[in-house]
Nanobody, 125 residues
C-alpha cells in the first residue's frame, strides 16, 4: 500500500492542524491498521496514534490524547490526525504508517511496513 500524507505546516502555539493520510493500492482492506508517528529534532521517534480500520476505533498516545484525535473516512481510505492546542514540543516530522493487520503492539514502529513521506509540523510564534 502507498501512503500520501499532507497537512503539515507552521502554526502558532495554541493553534490547530489536521493531517491527512491517504492509502492506495489493491492490497488495502478492512483489516488494515493505520497511524501516525513523529520525530522531533534530536529525539527518538514516538507513537502518536493508531486506527483500527475494522472496528472504526482510534487509539491515541497518553501524552497527547487530551489534544489529538484520530479518525477516518472509509470511503476515501484516509485517516486524519486532528491536533489542537498545539505546543512548541509538538514540532516534528509526522509520519503516516500502515500495516495489513491490526496488532496489539500498535505503538511499536517496527510493526508497520508501510510509511509515508513525512510531513513537517512546526509550532512557533
Amino acid at each position: 500500500v502507498q501512503l500520501q500524507a499532507s497537512g503539515g505546516g507552521l502554526v502558532q502555539p495554541g493553534g490547530s492542524l489536521r493531517l491527512s493520510c491517504h492509502a492506495s493500492g489493491s492490497s488495502f482492506s478492512n483489516n488494515y491498521a493505520m497511524g501516525w508517528f513523529r520525530q522531533a529534532p534530536g529525539k527518538e521517534r514516538e507513537f502518536v496514534a493508531a486506527f483500527r480500520w475494522s472496528l472504526n476505533r482510534g487509539y491515541v498516545a497518553d501524552s497527547v490524547k487530551d489534544r489529538f484525535t484520530i479518525s477516518r473516512d472509509g470511503a476515501k481510505n484516509t485517516v486524519y490526525l486532528q491536533m489542537n492546542s498545539l505546543k512548541d514540543e509538538d514540532t516534528a516530522v509526522h509520519y503516516c504508517v500502515a500495516r495489513a493487520r491490526w496488532v496489539l503492539d500498535y505503538s511499536n514502529a517496527r510493526q508497520y511496513d508501510s510509511w509515508g513521506q513525512g510531513t513537517l509540523v512546526t509550532v512557533s510564534s
